[in-house]
């Protein structure tokens, strides 16, 4: 540890661990199925049938996305994409989605809206799973649903 640093740790305490519980498509590969045609009603409640739905690897976007990792090429205004992650056990102290989203997304886990991210961000960012959310996510099989619609600019999804 640099001397500089000692002060602070002290002041502070040690750096959170952080765990990933799911990896996004950056990290390790992972597949979805998507579609780009606008589902039933439905579409992101656990029990939903996503069968006839195309699988492709993640994320989603324009290969021309900057800083965009793109596993699966999206040029429509809207995709629809769904997985199952196996969660550990708990306790988790403080749970977050990691999302690259260009443009408006909504996330849902386990058929309950979790995040709704206006706009762009530049990378992948941290949103907390607070309340209802946190209370959505538990050990063992976990759906994630998500849409995208792109607005403008770049346009990627991965979570």
Do not use: C, K
């Amino acid at each position: 540890m640099p001397e500089s640093a000692a002060p602070n740790r002290r002041m502070f305490g040690p750096l959170p661990r952080l765990v990933h519980l799911a990896a996004a498509s950056d990290r390790e590969p992972q597949t979805w199925r998507y579609t780009t045609d606008t589902p039933p009603a439905a579409w992101f409640e656990a029990a939903f049938d996503d069968a006839a739905w195309r699988t492709g690897p993640g994320g989603f976007g324009a290969r021309d996305t900057r800083f965009a990792r793109v596993g699966t090429e999206w040029r429509t205004p809207d995709i629809w994409i769904r997985r199952v992650v196996d969660i550990p056990a708990g306790p988790w102290a403080a749970p977050h989605l990691r999302v690259f989203h260009d443009d408006d997304t909504r996330v849902y886990l386990n058929g309950v809206l979790v995040a709704e991210l206006p706009g762009a961000n530049a990378g992948f960012a941290y949103v907390p799973l607070t309340g209802t959310a946190r209370a959505a996510l538990h050990a063992g099989r976990n759906m994630i649903a998500v849409h995208t619609h792109q607005t403008r600019g770049g346009q990627f999804i991965d979570v």
